[in-house]
């Protein structure tokens, strides 16, 4: 069973010592790509190096995510469309609007999210996003700019079933991560789940964040890694009423045509 991982923030602090054991256990449980996330100037550049340390195993994003939007700038913006030229890059993001802890104030969110969309618009590639608590905000910047972007994917999605309705609409795609093995506030995601077509939906970590609750044993130290992937594809599958086979088949290969990535 292979799976691609389409959400790995493989440049967090939390890595850096065991970084090469983190792969090599991805390779194990048969996580064979993964996208690391660029949430900052210094991350996305960051993530492209180990994308090109990494060939054919890791790609990259390019984005400064809404919590890091106080320090969008022209150099930022520079940085980024230099980044989204590079081959590695596979998507613009992580980027998007985020109330839920307003590190950056709403029009330095909508400034930074737009500029972004704007990019993706330019360069033709995909773009990697993220909402919480802002949906109202977030589908009205994002309706103005969708006929002009080659793909959308509403990452880490954990909303409600209006929301996914507005996505779909949109032709987005939706990526579910182990917020769905989280009996206190996921329990509404097996069911919506049920609803994303089977060419619309990949599966991430997030890690180091997010770490299923469900796992058994849980590790000490709460670090989620790319290796939790399949467990989350069995709960994906748990939910669609369908085999772990048969979910790792299709979300591989929305990814593969979603991000352009070779067949491994």
Request: aromatic fraction near 6%; include cysteine; charge should be negative.
């Amino acid at each position: 069973m292979q799976l691609i991982d389409i959400g790995a923030n493989l440049t967090h602090e939390s890595f850096q010592h065991d970084l090469d054991q983190v792969l090599d256990r991805a390779r194990q449980a048969g996580v064979q790509t993964l996208l690391v996330t660029g949430a900052s100037r210094a991350g996305s550049e960051a993530a492209l190096q180990l994308a090109q340390a990494h060939p054919g195993e890791l790609y990259a994003t390019a984005g400064v995510h809404p919590h890091h939007a106080v320090d969008y700038d022209a150099a930022t913006d520079a940085v980024l469309r230099q980044l989204a030229g590079q081959t590695q890059v596979r998507a613009v993001g992580e980027t998007g609007l985020d109330y839920y802890r307003n590190f950056s104030t709403l029009a330095q969110q909508a400034h930074a999210f737009e500029s972004q969309l704007q990019i993706a618009v330019e360069c033709g590639k995909p773009v990697f996003l993220h909402q919480r608590d802002a949906h109202r905000d977030f589908i009205g910047i994002l309706r103005r700019y969708r006929d002009r972007l080659s793909a959308v994917v509403v990452h880490c999605f954990t909303d409600q079933a209006a929301a996914l309705d507005d996505y779909l609409d949109l032709d987005c795609h939706i990526g579910i991560t182990g917020w769905l093995c989280d009996e206190r506030r996921g329990t509404h995601l097996a069911e919506l789940v049920r609803r994303i077509p089977a060419d619309r939906l990949m599966i991430e970590t997030d890690a180091p964040y997010l770490l299923p609750r469900s796992i058994r044993p849980r590790p000490k130290h709460n670090r989620n890694e790319p290796m939790h992937l399949p467990h989350i594809c069995e709960a994906v599958a748990m939910a669609r009423g369908e085999s772990p086979e048969q979910v790792a088949a299709a979300t591989t290969a929305t990814a593969q045509a979603f991000f352009g990535l070779p067949a491994r």
